[in-house]
């Protein structure tokens, strides 16, 4: 995976920064991943090319990050055991983990209309 | 978002609501079989804008879809906000309950008497009470 | 505005007992017209605040033979108005973590079997296996299998378009004004929109009740009183029972899309005059103080929606349900305080056998307008 074409370098207007940010790993489902101190888990994850988070409870779809700002709840994942961490907004620290939302359909999803 | 309204052939399996899978095809069977005409009717019905975003996402979209569908873009009451601004968890809210003087418990019912053969005063009343349900 | 209909029956009020009624008596072959100040499924209705707990046990013992009559409709019911209802029959436990209690409970228990209800105490270890996420600090409880839950929503919107499918006319924003009545019988209803000349009229409009029933001299001791619901985000499913608690507010339930819905009585602010309703902090913070209290891991789950609806409480805590006497043709169907849900179905079939058949079995006479006393002067 061409991690380094999947991170912003630098922008206009976003203090990007990532020269500046310190190397660290961060442990999703088991799996060990560089990303950089400091930057949201969504843009970590998706540097490592996994941009599906979660696979939606109603429909089993797969989703990841989608407004990228905290507003739509897409991008929900477990850190450090507390679920429904909005991605796009926890910034990575070394030595974090993160579980991706399984598919647990339940008993009441065989309901919905 | 002119493509809804412009659109000769909108797709129904277009999802609206993300969070509860919503699709415009099931808006659409709300508003035209099922008479919905506002953003909390449909809700209701199909659950649009139930989801953790509460309506965020799709509110916006449903209100659209009610002006498109219903040739009209006034009147359309909007999706109703509810408090916690963001979910709030449960131990949290639990955790200031002791800031709080009042109430002092819940409106007393049967179900929550260990007695059957309790029978109640009158219950705990609201405050404010219109004059129109004075007895006269 | 005054344009005239005419119809045998007019229903005031679309929340559960309204579209229910409207929904018996269509079938029943009634030419109906059910009127609601609002749309459909407007907020701020008890309809709309109800926990949608379809329960047996709990009631003030008057009640019981009525809610075993009325949740045997449930049965049949999705079936008949050809909707998921998501209605689950899973079973209801109240419980208790005070030893003290128990006795109490037990008494209860004995009582609500003598009547015919599948009801049993259930303790300790047994408890604990039935129900698997209970906090360690409940003793023991009342279980009633046959207790379950329904959709408020979806219920009541089933049977509007379930009588609408069987000829009746719905008048949505068509506030009642007054009753109109002719010596001793009701003789129309006049509303913003127009006059409806009837036979008979449901006033099913809950805590919009009272000034209603005045235009005609009936005077209800009813009051509104604000309740506060709240739900959380989706879980896998952890809960098939209801869970309520002796002396705590909660009614603790998890709903077929996923949420755990809490109710429990805690007081919401509302204005029936206006419609507005507001939360109550303090109750959702206690209300979620009680929650863990009883499951704790729910602590760790977040609530995302709040909100208040209006119920009509009557004095002795029982709906006002029957004719009137001195006034033909006028059936009052209110003031269920808080636990009218479950019964929707019943109140529904009985009005339409009333009315078609003039039945009004004994299990409900409990509930006439007479016993406050004749002319019902009696003040809150």
């Known amino acids: 995976m061409m991690a380094d074409t999947l991170r912003l370098k630098s922008h206009p207007v976003l203090d990007i920064n990532s020269h500046n940010r310190r190397p660290i790993t961060i442990i999703a489902d088991g799996r060990t991943i560089k990303a950089l101190e400091g930057e949201s888990l969504a843009a970590a994850l998706w540097a490592n090319g996994i941009f599906s988070l979660r696979y939606d409870e109603v429909t089993g779809s797969a989703r990841g990050m989608f407004c990228g700002i905290g507003h739509c709840y897409e991008c929900r994942v477990t850190v450090d055991g507390v679920e429904d961490i909005r991605s796009c907004l926890v910034r990575v620290r070394e030595g974090m983990h993160v579980s991706l939302k399984r598919p647990d359909l339940g008993k009441g999803d065989d309901h919905d209309s | 978002m002119n493509e809804i309204r412009n659109s000769a052939q909108p797709d129904n399996d277009l999802v609206i609501c993300r969070c509860e899978g919503v699709t415009l095809g099931q808006i659409r069977t709300c508003i035209h079989e099922l008479g919905a005409r506002s953003v909390n009717q449909v809700k209701k019905l199909t659950r649009a804008g139930m989801g953790p975003c509460q309506g965020r996402t799709c509110a916006g979209l449903v209100e659209m879809i009610l002006a498109a569908e219903s040739q009209t873009s006034v009147g359309i009451e909007p999706y109703k906000s509810r408090p916690p601004v963001r979910g709030m968890l449960i131990g949290v809210l639990a955790a200031s309950a002791d800031q709080f003087d009042e109430p002092a418990g819940p409106v007393s019912v049967a179900m929550l008497r260990p007695q059957a053969s309790d029978y109640p005063n009158a219950p705990i009343m609201s405050e404010e009470i219109d004059e129109r349900y004075q007895t006269k | ?380």
């Open chain 3, 1 to 380: 505005m005054s344009a005239i209909k005419q119809s045998d029956a007019v229903v005031i009020g679309a929340g559960i007992i309204g579209a229910s009624t409207a929904y018996y008596l269509s079938k029943a072959g009634v030419d109906v017209t059910l009127i609601d100040s609002k749309g459909n499924n407007a907020s701020s209705t008890a309809s709309t605040a109800t926990a949608g707990g379809v329960r047996h046990q709990g009631r003030i013992p008057a009640e019981i033979p009525f809610a075993l009559y009325a949740i045997k409709l449930w049965t049949g019911l999705e079936e008949e108005v050809s909707t998921d209802l998501h209605y689950r029959q899973d079973g209801m436990t109240v419980l208790t973590d005070d030893e003290a209690l128990i006795p109490g409970l037990e008494e209860r228990v004995a009582k609500e079997q003598s009547l015919g209800l599948d009801i049993k105490m259930v303790y300790g270890p047994e408890m604990h296996e039935l129900i698997p996420g209970l906090s360690p600090l409940m003793l023991a409880g009342s279980y009633c299998p046959l207790d379950g839950h329904a959709d408020p929503m979806r219920t009541t919107n089933a049977l509007v378009e379930a009588a609408k499918g069987l000829g009746a006319h719905i008048e949505w924003h068509c506030p009642a004004e007054n009753l109109v009545a002719e010596g001793n019988r009701i003789v129309a209803v006049r509303t913003s929109k127009c006059n409806i000349h009837c036979q008979h009229v449901v006033l099913a409009a809950g805590a919009w009740s009272k000034p209603i029933a005045a235009t005609v001299g009936v005077s209800l001791p009813i009051q509104p009183v604000g309740l506060q619901m709240m739900v959380t985000s989706r879980r896998p499913h952890a809960l098939d029972q209801v869970l309520a608690w002796v002396g705590h507010g909660i009614s603790l339930k998890q709903v077929p899309s996923g949420g755990f819905v809490i109710g429990g009585g805690w007081p919401g602010h509302g204005d029936p005059a206006t419609y507005q309703t507001s939360l109550n902090p303090g109750s959702m913070a206690k209300s979620a103080q009680t929650t863990v209290g009883l499951f704790p891991s729910l602590a760790d789950v977040p609530v995302i929606r709040a909100w208040v609806g209006i119920e009509a409480f009557c004095v002795d805590e029982l709906e006002i349900l029957g004719p009137v006497p001195g006034l033909e043709g006028l059936i009052m169907a209110t003031g269920f305080s808080g636990h009218g849900f479950a019964l929707g179905p019943g109140v529904g079939s009985l009005i339409a056998d009333y009315v078609t058949a003039g039945k009004w079995p004994e299990m409900v006479r409990p509930f006439s307008i007479t016993r406050f006393g004749k002319n019902n002067q009696e003040d809150i």
